[in-house]
T-cell receptor, first 112, second 111 residues
Framework: DQQVKQNSPSLSVQEGRISILNCDYTNSMFDYFLWYKKYPAEGPTFLISISSIKDKNEDGRFTVFLNKSAKHLSLHIVPSQPGDSAVYFCAANLQGAQKLVFGQGTRLTINP | DSGVTQTPKHLITATGQRVTLRCSPRSGDLSVYWYQQSLDQGLQFLIHYYNGEERAKGNILERFSAQQFPDLHSELNLSSLELGDSALYFC??????????FGPGTRLTVL
């Protein structure tokens, strides 16, 4: 039962343009959503999060949007830079369960 | 550098064997989480310890066990290993709140 889904395994974007990574979820009991970035041979690193009571959170080039009615969130990166090339994981915190549920990840490639 | 350390980085062993993966959390973090990432999959939550006590369990096999010691480091024990146990195993720690800090992982290869 995949409660958090990232339907695009990969995404290729031109440097300087906007990257949009998408994530869908099924469980209404998720109270926080997080995005992690992972380089090869490293552990995931936290990027940005959003509470389920908000619809937008911005941090520099990164913005996360949450659409609760559609059970959908997205991560926007503007402008995209070569160093953004990595695998991005969407994760959701299950209220009261103290665990994160991860999506399968999307490999983002920024082309010069 | 997240401040979470994991040893060893790589482990190659045979089916039927037993291995121990070690994790040291960030200084001051009481929570330790273990995750498994199989090829091209997301991270699957295995187990969560808080200050030495088990707090939550995910899809952890009965052949796997974990513990957190008084100095807060944690070990994940994998026994009767099968080919399908080959994966990256990540440890994460947190102090309070939702954000977890991940170690670099241990790559386990079962031959």
């Amino acid at each position: 039962d995949q409660q958090v889904k990232q339907n695009s395994p990969s995404l290729s974007v031109q440097e300087g343009r906007i990257s949009i990574l998408n994530c869908d979820y099924t469980n209404s009991m998720f109270d926080y959503f997080l995005w992690y970035k992972k380089y090869p041979a490293e552990g995931p690193t936290f990027l940005i999060s959003i509470s389920s009571i908000k619809d937008k959170n911005e941090d520099g080039r990164f913005t996360v949007f949450l659409n609760k009615s559609a059970k959908h969130l997205s991560l926007h990166i503007v402008p995209s830079q070569p160093g953004d090339s990595a695998v991005y994981f969407c994760a959701a915190n299950l209220q009261g369960a103290q665990k994160l549920v991860f999506g399968q990840g999307t490999r983002l490639t920024i082309n010069p | 550098d997240s401040g979470v350390t994991q040893t060893p980085k790589h482990l190659i062993t045979a089916t039927g064997q037993r291995v121990t993966l070690r994790c040291s959390p960030r200084s001051g973090d009481l929570s330790v989480y273990w995750y498994q990432q199989s090829l091209d999959q997301g991270l699957q939550f295995l187990i969560h310890y808080y200050n030495g006590e088990e707090r939550a369990k995910g899809n952890i096999l009965e052949r796997f066990s974990a513990q957190q010691f008084p100095d807060l480091h944690s070990e994940l024990n994998l026994s009767s290993l099968e080919l399908g146990d080959s994966a990256l195993y990540f440890c994460a720690s947190s102090r309070a709140g939702i954000q977890q800090f991940f170690g670099p992982g241990t790559r386990l290869t079962v031959l």
